[in-house]
C-alpha cells in the first residue's frame, strides 16, 4: 500500500453475508503482522469505550511511551486513574498514537467486526484513527451490517451472496439426502446467495420441506427465519444447556469467568456448556463466542423474561461493584420489575462515571434508564432534565426531546420549567432548527430571571447568538432580545467578559454603535486575557470585529486557541482558527492563513461541527482563483439548506472580493448588496460595505456609494482604530474628486501601514494609481500601481495584481504578466504549516497533537520538506522559510 492511499477499508453487507469469514481470512493470512481484534456487541453499545478496551488492552503497556495528555486521556476513560473527562478528539489521537508506537516494531492490522453495534465512543475514536493514517505502517479493517455513522467516508466494499454455482454447492454439502434439483434452485434464488442461510436453513426443514419446497422463505425475512433456526436449536438443548446459554448471551462483553460463576451460583453444572458446543452456538475459551450474532439474540429473546430478569440479577450478584460498576448496575435494571429507587440511583451514579470518563451516550443511557425506574415525580422530573440534557450533548436530539415530554409530565418547579425552556432552545439550535430556536432561548430567559441572574444573562446571549446566526438581516429578533436585556437590567456583581458582551451587543441594537463601542471594547480586552476557555466561540470575536480591530481579535483567539489545545476543550477550535485566519490574510500572510485553514479543516472532520469555513473562503477570493468560485457556490448552497443566514452573508461578501479582483464590477455589486442587507451592519455586513463603494463606483451608481459610505461611516467612527480609519478614508476618497481624494487616498494608505493590513494596503495603492491614471497624472499613477503590483503579487492577490498590470500598461509601463507554474518543490499548506510548527521548536510529538495526526506522519511530511528545501536539518527551517 502506497503512503497517501487509504489505509482502511470498511466491509459491508447482509447478516450471514460473509463478512466475518473474509476478515478471519485476512487475519490468518497476515504473516509477519501483530492483529489486534474487536467485536462490537449489541447489548454492550451503551458502555463507553468498550470496544476500545477490547482492541487497546494487548497494548496498553506502551501507554508510557505517549505524551502525557494523551496517556492520561487513555488512562482516564480505561478506568486506569481517575480525573476530567477527556475531549474525545484527544482520545482518538492518543490511540492513533499507540497505534503508531507498535506498527514501528511491526506491521500492525485492526480488525472490528459487528461495527454497527460499537459503542459510539469507540466508533468516534477508530473512525477518527481510520482518517489519518498516512505514513504508519497500520491498517483498519471492519465488517458492518449497513452504514456506521462514525465510518462515513471511509472507502467500502459491499460482500455479496455467493453466485448460483457456489451456492448450490455450499447447500448440497448440507442436504444430505436427494432433494428436486428445482427446489435447492429456489432456495438459492431466495437466499440471494447467503452463506450462513444456506447452511442454516436446512437445519430447520423437513426433509419432506425441502423435497417439496413448501419450506422456501423470502428473502424479506431472512433473518428472521435464520434466527429461527438458532431458537429451534436452542429449545433442542438440555434445559441445563439452555440455562448455559442464555447466561452467555445475558454478558456483553464475553467475559468467560464471570459466566462461569453466575452459572455456578445457579447451579448449572460444567457440563452443560457441552451440549451448547457441540451444536455450535456458543463456544467457551478464554472469551464467550457464538456462532454468530444473530445466534447470540436468538437465544436472549427465545428465553421468558423471568428467565432473563434472574439471569441479569445473578450476573450482577457476582460482578465486582468496584472494577465492573456500570456492568453491574446495567444487569440490575434488567432485572427489575418495575420502579426502583435504589436501583435508578446506582444508574445516576454510573451515568456520571461515565461522564467524567467522557461517556456522553452512556451517560444518556444510564440516566434514561435511570428515570424508566424513578417512582417519586418530583425526581423523576430532575432525572428526565439531567437525561434530556445529557442526550443533547451526545447529539441524539430526539431521544432529548422525548425525555422533555417526560418532564414535562411530571409538575415542574418554576427553575425546572425554565431549565425546560432552556433546553428545549438549545436543542433546537444544535440539530439546527435555527429559526425556532431564539424565541425557546428568549422565553427560557425571560423565565429564569428571577431564579438564577448570571445564567439568565447567558441565556440571553445564547439567544442573541442564535438570532444571529440564522438571521442575516440583523433584525428579526434581535431587536425583542435586545429590550428584553434592557429591562432585565444590569448584573447585579463586577461585570464579566460576557456581561459586557452582552451589554455591547444590546446597546448596538437599541442605541446604536457609539453607545456599544465602550462596552465592546472592555469585553474585547477582557476576553484577551480569559485564562479559561470561552463558552460563547464566535461569539467571542463578535466584539472586535464590531471594533475593526484585528489587533484585540487576534489577541482573543491566539489566547483562546493555546488554551483550548492545552485543555482539551476542541469544540471550540473551529471558530477560533477560522477567525485567526481572515486576521491573519488581511496582515498579508495568506500561506499562513491557508495553514490555519486546514488545521481548521481537520478539527472540523474530527468533531463533526458545520461551521463555515470563512478563513479559506476569504483567502481564496483574495487569490483569485477558480477554486474559490466554487468554494462560494458550495457554502451559498448549504447554507440555504441548513438556513444559517451568517454563513450566506460570508459567502456573499467573499464572492463580492472575488469579483472586485477580477474587475467584475457589476456582479462584485450585486453580491456586496446580498452579503449586506443588515440594518445593523455586523459583521461580515460591515466588511462587505467597502466592496460595495467600490463597484458602485465603478459602475457609475453615486447614489448607492454613498449610501454605502453612510452605513460605513456608522461603523467606522465609532471605532476609532487604524483600520477602521483606513477604510472610511478609502471609501471617501472614491465619492471625492481633486486634492480632497488625494488628501483621503494618502490618509488611507498611511493607516493601512500602521495598522499592518498589507492587503488593504495594497488595494489602496491600486484604487490611488487609477485614480491617479484617470487624473491623466501617469507618472504619479505608475508610481502607486508599481507599488501595488508588486505588493499584491508577494501576497499572491493573483487577480488583483493583474488589474494593476493592465493599469500599469494603460500609462505605458510594460509588466510581464504573471504566469503561475506548478513547482514541484512547492509545500503544500500542510507542509509549510508542520515546517513552520517544527521551526518554532515544537516536537514532532506536539506538532502531532495540534494536527491530529501522529508522530510518525509529522516526521514523514518533514522529510518530504527537507528534500524540497534542500535542507538537512530542523535548524535550517526558519532560514529556508523566510528564503521562500
Given at each position: ?522 469585553a474585547t480586552d477582557m476576553f484577551a486575557r480569559e485564562d479559561a476557555t470561552i463558552a460563547w466561540g464566535w461569539m467571542a470575536v463578535t ?342
Amino acid at each position: 500500500m502506497r503512503r497517501g492511499e487509504s489505509r482502511a477499508l470498511v466491509l459491508t453487507g447482509d447478516a450471514g453475508i460473509g463478512k466475518t469469514a473474509l476478515l478471519d481470512h485476512v487475519v490468518a493470512s497476515a504473516h509477519d503482522v501483530r492483529v489486534l481484534r474487536a467485536v462490537g456487541v449489541q447489548s454492550e453499545m451503551e458502555l463507553p469505550f468498550a470496544a476500545l478496551h477490547q482492541l487497546c488492552a494487548p497494548i496498553l503497556d506502551r501507554l508510557d511511551q505517549l505524551p502525557k495528555p494523551q496517556r492520561t486521556a487513555l488512562e482516564t476513560v480505561f478506568g486506569l486513574s481517575h480525573g476530567e473527562a477527556p475531549d474525545p478528539f484527544l482520545v482518538g489521537l492518543a490511540v492513533l498514537g499507540l497505534v503508531a508506537e507498535v506498527a514501528a516494531e511491526r506491521p500492525l492490522l485492526c480488525v472490528v467486526d459487528d461495527a454497527q453495534w460499537l459503542d459510539q465512543a469507540s466508533a468516534q475514536a477508530v473512525g477518527f484513527v481510520a482518517r489519518r493514517l498516512q505514513a504508519e505502517s497500520v491498517a483498519l479493517l471492519f465488517g458492518a451490517r449497513g452504514t456506521v455513522r462514525d465510518l462515513r467516508g471511509l472507502p467500502e466494499l459491499e460482500v455479496h451472496g455467493l453466485g448460483p454455482d457456489d451456492a448450490r454447492a455450499l447447500l448440497t454439502s448440507e442436504v444430505t439426502f436427494r432433494s428436486d434439483g428445482r427446489v435447492l434452485d429456489q432456495i438459492v434464488a431466495e437466499t440471494q446467495g447467503n452463506p450462513l442461510a444456506l447452511l442454516e436453513l436446512p437445519r430447520g426443514l423437513t426433509a419432506s420441506e425441502l423435497a417439496t419446497g413448501f419450506g422456501a422463505i423470502g428473502h424479506d425475512s431472512l433473518t428472521g427465519r435464520i434466527e429461527e433456526t438458532f431458537r429451534e436449536r436452542f429449545a433442542a438443548l438440555p434445559s441445563d444447556s439452555q440455562l448455559f446459554a442464555l447466561i452467555a448471551a445475558a454478558e456483553p462483553v464475553g467475559d468467560a469467568a464471570l459466566v462461569w460463576a453466575a452459572a455456578g451460583r445457579l447451579g448449572v453444572p460444567s457440563s452443560a456448556a457441552t451440549a451448547a458446543e457441540t451444536d455450535h452456538l456458543v463456544s467457551m475459551t478464554e472469551r464467550v463466542i457464538f456462532r454468530h450474532p444473530l445466534a447470540r439474540s436468538a437465544i436472549y429473546h427465545a428465553a421468558s423474561a423471568a428467565a432473563r430478569r434472574k439471569v441479569h440479577l445473578t450476573l450482577a450478584e457476582v460482578s465486582d461493584q468496584d472494577v465492573n460498576a456500570e456492568r453491574r448496575a446495567w444487569h440490575l435494571a434488567a432485572a427489575a420489575t418495575g420502579p426502583d429507587e435504589a436501583v435508578a440511583a446506582e444508574l445516576e451514579r454510573c451515568a456520571g462515571r461515565a461522564r467524567a470518563r467522557g461517556g456522553l451516550v452512556a451517560a444518556a443511557a444510564f440516566l434514561q434508564r435511570a428515570l424508566e425506574l424513578t417512582p417519586e415525580p418530583g425526581v423523576r422530573a430532575n432525572r428526565a432534565l439531567a437525561a434530556a440534557e445529557a442526550h443533547l450533548h451526545a447529539g441524539a436530539f430526539d431521544v432529548a426531546l422525548r425525555m422533555l415530554a417526560a418532564a414535562e409530565s411530571a409538575r415542574l418547579d418554576d427553575l425546572q420549567r425554565a431549565k425546560l425552556n432552556l433546553l428545549r432552545g438549545q436543542i433546537a439550535f444544535s440539530s439546527g432548527a435555527t429559526s425556532t430556536a431564539p424565541q425557546l432561548l428568549l422565553a427560557a430567559a425571560r423565565k429564569l430571571e428571577p431564579l438564577d441572574v448570571e445564567l439568565a444573562r447567558e441565556t440571553y446571549l445564547n439567544a442573541w447568538g442564535a438570532a444571529r446566526f440564522a438571521d442575516r438581516a440583523g433584525a428579526g429578533d434581535l431587536p425583542e432580545i435586545s429590550r428584553a436585556v434592557v429591562q432585565f437590567g444590569a448584573p447585579p456583581g463586577p461585570p464579566r467578559a460576557m456581561d459586557h458582551l452582552l451589554d455591547g451587543l444590546t446597546l448596538l441594537v437599541t442605541s446604536g454603535r457609539a453607545a456599544a463601542a465602550s462596552d465592546l471594547r472592555q469585553a474585547t480586552d477582557m476576553f484577551a486575557r480569559e485564562d479559561a476557555t470561552i463558552a460563547w466561540g464566535w461569539m467571542a470575536v463578535t466584539a472586535p470585529f464590531l471594533l475593526w480591530d484585528d489587533d484585540g481579535a487576534r489577541a482573543i483567539c491566539s489566547r483562546q486557541i493555546q488554551i483550548v489545545r492545552d485543555t482539551g476543550a476542541l469544540e471550540q477550535l473551529p471558530f477560533y482558527l477560522a477567525a485567526l485566519s481572515v486576521v491573519v490574510a488581511r496582515s498579508g500572510d495568506l500561506a499562513a492563513a491557508e495553514a490555519l485553514g486546514a488545521e481548521g479543516a481537520e478539527v472540523r472532520d474530527a468533531t463533526g461541527t458545520s461551521l463555515v469555513a470563512y478563513g479559506p473562503l476569504y483567502v481564496a477570493s483574495l487569490r483569485g482563483t477558480d477554486e474559490a468560485r466554487a468554494m462560494i457556490e458550495a457554502t451559498l448552497s448549504r447554507a440555504t439548506e441548513q438556513g444559517q443566514g451568517l454563513a450566506a452573508s460570508i459567502g456573499h461578501w467573499a464572492s463580492a472580493v472575488l469579483h472586485n479582483g477580477h474587475g467584475r464590477y457589476e456582479e462584485a455589486l450585486a453580491e456586496a448588496r446580498l452579503a449586506s442587507p443588515d440594518p445593523l451592519d455586523l459583521h461580515p455586513s460591515a466588511w462587505a460595505l467597502p466592496e460595495l463603494i467600490e463597484a458602485a463606483v465603478r459602475t457609475g451608481r453615486p447614489a448607492d456609494a454613498q449610501e454605502g459610505l453612510d452605513r460605513l461611516t456608522r461603523t467606522t467612527a465609532p471605532a476609532a482604530t487604524q483600520f477602521a480609519r483606513g477604510v472610511e478614508a478609502r471609501a471617501c476618497a472614491l465619492l471625492s474628486a481633486g486634492s480632497t481624494a488625494e488628501k483621503y487616498y494618502l490618509q488611507a494608505i498611511d493607516c493601512f501601514s500602521r495598522a499592518g493590513l498589507r492587503v488593504e494596503l495594497g488595494r489602496s495603492h491600486l484604487l490611488y494609481g487609477e485614480w491617479l491614471r484617470r487624473e491623466n497624472r501617469r507618472v504619479d499613477g505608475r508610481s502607486q500601481l508599481r507599488a501595488a503590483h508588486a505588493l499584491l503579487s508577494a501576497i499572491g492577490m493573483e487577480a488583483f495584481a493583474e488589474r494593476a498590470r493592465r493599469e500599469l500598461a494603460a500609462t505605458g509601463e510594460t509588466v510581464r504578466k504573471r504566469v503561475r507554474v506548478e513547482n514541484p518543490t512547492e509545500l503544500t499548506p500542510q507542509e509549510r504549516q508542520i515546517a513552520e510548527l517544527a521551526s518554532s521548536g515544537l516536537t514532532n510529538a506536539d506538532i502531532g497533537e495540534r494536527l491530529f495526526i501522529s508522530a510518525r506522519t509529522v516526521e514523514w511530511h518533514l522529510r518530504k520538506v527537507f528534500a524540497k528545501l534542500v535542507i538537512s536539518s530542523r535548524k535550517d527551517l526558519r532560514t529556508a522559510l523566510g528564503d521562500r
